[in-house]
């Protein structure tokens, strides 16, 4: 095992960029970048991990944006910042792929939008998006390590990842986060092992999609046409969880929390989402998971406005209020998966 420790994980919170970039039309540049100001200069609830992607929109448009974001910073700011990448997918298949060569390709590729002198730039975090099964995990994990040896990158994630494959990554080498899916409209990993086994190991989870893709929001909760606004293209018609039959049953969770956070808590549904994490992270023990690891949320908003709606009536839980929350989640069960069975094929790999 290596001596090298894993990226340093701290505050409540990380900031997601993918909605900046992959999206049929994409914001501004200048708007996305005034938000990344924003966010990782805001004292309040500022942050510094952002998260990124290769495949985050055609021609590394999203490597581009962090580049611009990054060279605009002083080297003070850079230094406190860590952006986490996720790369090695096949475009022609849209599948990880763990091979050396494809590893190597994606990591040089990703490095190379940022200034090589560690003392000007970020903290670079190299994710793998899912597991590639024709490669063992172990030694995909060894391609990457080499890059962190070297230091041109400084840490390891881990992406939808299954028990074995956190077990194997763990034992490689060490490994600084993992990222997967979880909301009040996710709870996955507490029922399926997951968050059992990365708590184990202290590993801090990176939690994608911590608005449900834009359901746990006041204005969703408030629409009657949610569904109907969602722009042709738009991958979540795709996604089972927002079929209309499986909709009409999971909008009942989000009413009641709309409910809860607005008559008992006086804050948004979004800032009541977000405060559920803050809660839970650390906990000793909740919804029969004990000792559980630091969990960051990473929402996303490529205006001001909407990063200030998330995150700016955060409030503090009670254990009571946990419960109540937990109430509504028993009396009110989800129906479908977080994507459709084609796209689960490559999820908890």
Not at 199 to 205: D, V, Y
Not at 320 to 349: F, M, W
Request: proline share 5%; aromatic share 8%; with cysteine.
């Amino acid at each position: 095992m290596s001596d090298i420790k894993p990226v340093e994980l701290t505050g409540n919170f990380g900031f997601g960029t993918m909605s900046m970039t992959w999206k049929p039309v994409p914001p501004p540049t200048e708007q996305s970048l005034e938000s990344l100001r924003f966010i990782t200069s805001h004292k309040e609830f500022g942050t510094n991990l952002l998260n990124g992607g290769e495949f985050y929109g055609p021609n590394d448009i999203n490597l581009k944006l962090l580049k611009e974001f990054v060279d605009s910073n002083s080297d003070e700011v850079n230094q406190k910042l860590i952006i986490s990448i996720k790369g090695a997918i096949d475009m022609t298949t849209f599948s990880p792929n763990g091979s050396k060569e494809f590893i190597t390709k994606s990591i040089e590729n990703i490095i190379s939008y940022f200034p090589s002198d560690k003392s000007k730039r970020p903290k670079l975090i190299f994710e793998i998006a899912r597991v590639d099964h024709k490669v063992p995990y172990e030694e995909t994990i060894g391609y990457i390590a080499e890059f962190v040896k070297a230091g041109k990158i400084d840490g390891i994630s881990l992406s939808e990842v299954g028990i074995e494959s956190i077990k194997k990554a763990e034992a490689a080498f060490p490994i600084s986060c993992v990222e997967i899916e979880l909301s009040l409209l996710a709870l996955d990993i507490f029922e399926n092992g997951i968050l059992e086994e990365v708590s184990k190991h202290n590993i801090p989870i990176i939690a994608y999609s911590p608005l449900c893709r834009g359901v746990l929001t006041d204005s969703a909760a408030e629409s009657a046409d949610f569904l109907k606004d969602i722009p042709q293209g738009d991958m979540r018609h795709h996604f089972e969880k927002f079929y209309p039959e499986n909709f009409q049953q999971n909008i009942k969770r989000v009413h009641a929390l709309y409910k809860f956070a607005h008559e008992v808590k006086h804050t948004s549904l979004e800032s009541l989402s977000l405060s559920w994490f803050v809660k839970i992270s650390g906990l000793k023990e909740y919804r029969g998971v004990k000792n559980i690891t630091k969990i960051l949320a990473i929402p996303s908003g490529s205006t001001k406005a909407k990063i200030e709606s998330n995150f700016g009536s955060i409030v503090e839980l009670s254990d009571e209020d946990l419960a109540a929350i937990d109430k509504i989640i028993d009396e009110n069960p989800v129906v479908g998966g977080r994507y459709n069975k084609q796209a689960a094929a490559h999820l908890n790999g």
